[in-house]
């Protein structure tokens, strides 16, 4: 596919969103944008400068920063370009991960981020998934997707992931925790969980990864040829 559309995945927790936007990414070879790294990204430059725990000092040197990712086409995924230098293995180190929670708690590091991915999509040709990319991010994505699924497939898919981990835990608390979460997100302040109206809504309780794809597959090909009016 020659033309390329920006598309945007909100949904629940424990749907899928990321697992879906990563497959769509490498089939379409287009640039994943994981906010995850980006946090990360700038949790490392913080630390390089020596200011992880000084916010006044971080938000100063935001105009300083800026965040990519270029798509690896042998490794066919995005790795994460902070200043022009590849980080993508360094933001994944244990020092970032213990301090990532608590820059990411910074307003302005957010509002840096959502202008950097807004810049990020005039190239077109981008996969984002998040809880309010199509609202506030990415308004202007061609292709708008809120993914749901069943409460029950939810809890059991997020049970069996933590299982995965060695995390010792009962459904009752992967479920008590499911329903926080949705309340939390659909209740926040600043960018609520919500479903825009020109969303396509994809409910993946009765779907395999494969199918899922294919489904998307036919929307993205829809959207582009709507896009180049053919």
Known sequence: MKH????????????????????????????????????????????RNNIADNNIAIVAELPTIDIDFHFHPQKEISETILNGENVE????????????????????VREKLVELQQKMSKR??????????????????????FMTASHKIRTQRRYEELRLKGIEITLQE?????????YEDENRKESPLTCVPEARLLDNTNLG????????????EERILTKVGV
Request: net charge neutral; aromatic share 6%.
């Open 4 to 47: 390329k559309i920006n598309i945007a995945i909100d949904g629940y927790s424990s749907c899928g969103k990321s697992t879906l936007a990563k497959a769509l990414a490498r089939k379409l070879r287009y640039v994943y944008i994981d906010s995850g790294a980006m946090y990360r990204a700038i949790t490392l430059f913080a630390l």
């Open 89 to 108: 293995q360094e933001i994944r180190q244990i020092e970032v991960s213990n301090l990532v929670s608590y820059v990411s708690q910074i307003h302005e």
């Open 124 to 145: 077109g040709g981008v996969v984002m998934d998040g809880r309010d990319i199509g609202s506030v991010v990415l308004p202007h994505a061609e292709l708008k997707i």
């Open 174 to 182: 992967v479920s008590d925790n499911l329903k926080l979460r949705d």
């Open 209 to 220: 990864r494969d199918e899922q794809l294919e489904l998307v597959l036919s929307w993205v």
